[in-house]
């Protein structure tokens, strides 16, 4: 069902919202509230209409996700070689036919696809994608936007930002027309962790920058962040690291952050993304879909928290392992927020368990998700299967505070996932003071 818009949905609420409610109605209120309320979608791979190609959508690219192209090479005995030669509508047919036509798509990436083509009224089954092909070429891109969002129950996404990145850069530097529902994230990547392949491009572009980030090159990446800054107007700079990041330490990474990154951000006022616990390509020739996971030492994000107290940080780590240290460092240090269950995590099973420890530990002083969607149609099941997860746990929590002898009404379960789901990324994040993004 479409969500409403708050003040719609205020509109037409009946009641104040500030009736006890009893056992019964807990659930489906929790589940109405999580229907109706538009998400901010914190972290995603998606693109402003206006940047072009570089944005993906429709069924070749659904069915190409590299979520999927790891399953393919379980199911099907092409190599990754092979399947690199077809181009891109024969690598979905295949992926078609091997994930969805001979085998159940019971996994949670191929399910996604079914409830996609299903949201869209289209055939979930059968060897043909013609139909599916068809619907998509008919869209109008901004109209179909518009579709999505509402599908998903979101009102806004936040991108992925490669300033250097081959592709993207350059449309940065043109200047394109911005939309008001896709907010941009300064990502950091190939400078934070790989500085040696990548202080060139500073160079290049004028900055006084070299290899050993000695001289003035902090001042100098310092001011390359500002001038993207103005450029891009982020909500945030954001960086992936893998799980062997350590934090002080001897080198650049460590460096850069302490030096011009974090400074940065204060000077700015907008938090920074950590997203650590990668191990990057232990598979190389599966390429987006051969990174892997490792447990990380987060005592390098106790003492971040603790030398940057005017920083703020958006936190997400890779490994379940984990979970629980990020909830007792995010008990120490306010200016930690914990969001989402990241790429490997974002299954029922794992939300559920992650979910039910962070309100136990943590209230409701976190964001439990973000889609990381790379293919537009994707936040509809994404956001699907998240508000189907939380309704239960969300129920469940509530039903025991009353049970304990407090009750539970409408309003306060409509603040509480305004909290999550809204206002704890606002705030981190300043964007509805700064009229940043
Ligand atoms: O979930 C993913 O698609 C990963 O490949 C990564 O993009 C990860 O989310 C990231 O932002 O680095
Ligand atoms: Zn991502």
Known sequence: MTPLSLKKRNANSSSSGSESLNMKQIQPVVEGVLRETPFIDVHTHLFAPAMGAIGLWGIDELLTYHYLEAELFRSSRVT????????????????????????????????????????????????????????????????????????????????????????????????????PQFHAA????????????????????????????????????RRFLSDWVERMHPVEMAVSLPHTFQYPAEGVCSKLLREAVLPSCREFHIPMALMIGVRYQVNPAIRLAGDAVGRADLRALENICRDFP?????????????????????????NLLPFGCWWFLNNPSIVEDM??????MLGLSFIPQHSDARVLEQVIYKWRNTRRTLTSILAGHYRVLCEDGRSVTRRDIQSGVTRLFRSNFEECTGMRNSGLG
């Open 80 to 179: 990754p070689a092979e399947y690199r030669e077809l181009a891109k509508q024969a690598q979905a047919d295949l992926i078609w036919r091997t994930l969805f036509v001979e085998n159940c798509p019971i996994s949670e990436a191929t399910r996604g696809v079914i409830a996609v083509l299903n949201a869209f009224g289209l055939p979930t089954e059968g060897p043909s994608l013609k139909k599916a092909r068809a619907f998509f070429a008919a869209q109008k891109r901004e109209l179909h936007i518009k579709k999505v969002f509402a599908l998903a129950g979101i009102s806004e996404v936040v991108m992925t930002n490669d300033p250097l990145d081959p592709q993207e850069a350059p449309l940065w530097m043109r200047g394109f027309q911005r939309h």
């Open 186 to 221: 300064l990502r950091l990547d190939r400078i934070i962790n790989s500085w040696p392949k990548h202080w060139n491009i500073l160079a290049n572009q004028g900055y006084q920058v070299d290899e050993q980030a000695s001289g003035k090159t902090t001042a100098e990446v």
């Open 310 to 334: 005017e920083n703020r940080f958006l936190v997400s780590v890779l490994s379940r392992e984990n979970q629980h240290e990020l909830c007792v460092y995010a008990r120490k240090f306010g």
């Open 355 to 360: 979910t039910r420890e962070r309100i136990e």
